[in-house]
């Protein structure tokens, strides 16, 4: 008999978001593991037959922000700032969606049968999958994991002063301490969640690709030289973390000294571009071969991915951020090409390129040199740059692998439960 999981997810139908990704995936395949998934999200979709899953639609209308959008709009900048140190001090805020909280609380017992529920799960961001956990919890006592994709308050990204910070830091300590079993994505960001929720068990679960998706057809190759970026690039002070610079520094000094053809290359953006990128397209005279397209449908960038003879892939540049691996480098996982991945802290990533053999992780100019002339030596040969990706590797960071680990964690939650239970 298949066990039931509760899976309480603001974001599902957004098929190209990350965080719907993750959840997708333990759809299709938890139930080869025994379980059952029900979804709960804040969404209300025409799709929702086509998932082979009980999904709960609770949707909401968020009256505070429509409220301050429509103050932000009569009295301008003065009633923004205004509302930004409310947010600061008081704890105000519109990120934890706290109104769909509120509308579950109130819903739940005419639309969620939680007497068959085994375990939930809950998924953030946004936080308020874990508030609607917890008081589910404490009116239930369902066993309860925890998934954070980013981390809470120890994210990097943080976007309020310390201490508004202290203040949700107690908030997550309280929350988070009745959860029976903590996740996260990756062994460092596992670590660094256990500084300050000690004693609590932590698993470090990746994200991944659908296997279904792996491109086992005929590799249809761009005839140049082609290096393809698929995705957004950030606007702000956080754009150093994810920077083609560097690249086109390299670019250009091989260029400039004859290594690198610029009428055989050509590096192509899908998706939404920064003017600041096409500013340093200017700076380094890079026009003729740096073209940015514009967003494009996925199914149509998984196409541009399986065609590209080199992935780029741009990492975060900043010592904080090494537990963190875009949904990117799955993508690219599935397409079959070689990944080239830049960024000065490479974190777990070179680690994960060298066993999978998927690409090569730069950290400096002269890696980012020395591994576009092996790319382009290749090319000028075969007419086509090799991949040389290990599937049995590469496999292991698939959805099926992925739900796996979740029902094995979900079993001994379950287990520790029943432990505590009777003794």
């Known amino acids: 008999m298949m066990k039931k999981v509760l899976i309480i997810a603001h974001d599902f139908y957004h098929k190209e978001i990350i ?23 804040s969404e209300s979709s025409s799709e929702k037959s086509l998932y082979n899953c009980e999904i709960i639609e609770i949707p909401y209308i968020n009256k505070k922000l429509t409220r301050y959008n429509n103050n932000c709009k009569k009295y301008g900048i003065i009633y923004r700032l205004t509302n930004r140190f409310f947010e600061e001090f008081i704890g105000e805020t519109y990120d934890y969606n706290i109104n769909w909280l509120n ?7 005419s639309k969620i049968s ?42 990097h990204y943080y976007g309020y002063f310390w201490f508004r910070k202290k203040r949700e830091k107690k908030l997550e300590k309280k929350i988070l301490l009745n959860a029976d079993a903590l996740i996260t994505v990756s062994e460092p960001l596992a670590l660094k969640l256990g500084k300050i929720h000690t004693n609590k068990k932590i698993y470090s679960i990746p994200n991944g690709f659908d296997h279904k998706n792996i491109n086992h057809q005929e590799k249809k190759l761009t005839k140049n030289f082609s290096i393809i970026y698929t995705g957004k690039l950030l606007s702000g002070i956080i754009r150093r973390y994810r920077n083609p610079e560097p690249l086109f520094k390299v670019l250009k000094e091989l260029i400039n000294n004859n290594l690198l053809n610029p009428e055989l290359i050509s590096v192509d953006f899908y998706g939404k571009i920064p003017s600041w990128v096409l500013q340093l397209v200017n700076k380094y005279e890079l026009n ?19 065609e590209a003879q080199i992935l780029l892939l741009l990492t975060w540049n900043h010592p904080h951020e090494q537990g963190v ?19 000065y802290f490479g974190g777990i990533l070179p680690e994960i390129l060298n066993k999978t053999q998927a690409g090569i992780h730069c950290s400096n100019s002269n890696e980012i ?5 092996n790319f382009y030596e290749e090319y000028l040969q075969k007419g086509y740059v090799t991949y040389h990706g290990i599937n049995l590797e590469i496999y292991k960071y698939s959805h099926r692998e992925m739900a796996k680990k979740f029902a094995k964690v979900m079993d001994k939650v379950i287990n520790s439960s029943v432990k505590a239970y009777l003794d």
């Open 19 to 41: 965080s719907a990704i993750r959840v997708h995936g333990l759809v299709n395949y938890l139930p080869h593991f025994g379980w059952e998934p029900i979804i709960l999200t």
């Open 103 to 109: 509308t579950v609380l109130n819903e739940y017992q």
């Open 114 to 155: 939680l007497k068959n529920v085994d375990v939930m799960i809950s998924t953030s961001p946004p936080e308020t999958s874990h508030l609607i956990a917890y008081n589910l919890k404490k009116i239930h006592n369902i066993p309860w994991v925890a998934d954070l994709r980013d981390l809470w308050t120890q994210n």
């Open 288 to 306: 003729k071969i740096v073209n940015i397209h514009g967003d494009i449908s996925r199914e149509d960038s998984i196409k541009k991915q399986r």
């Open 325 to 343: 691996l875009t949904g990117k480098l799955y993508d690219y996982f599935a397409a079959q090409r070689p990944i080239l991945s830049i960024g």
């Open 369 to 373: 040199k020395n591994a576009l002339l």
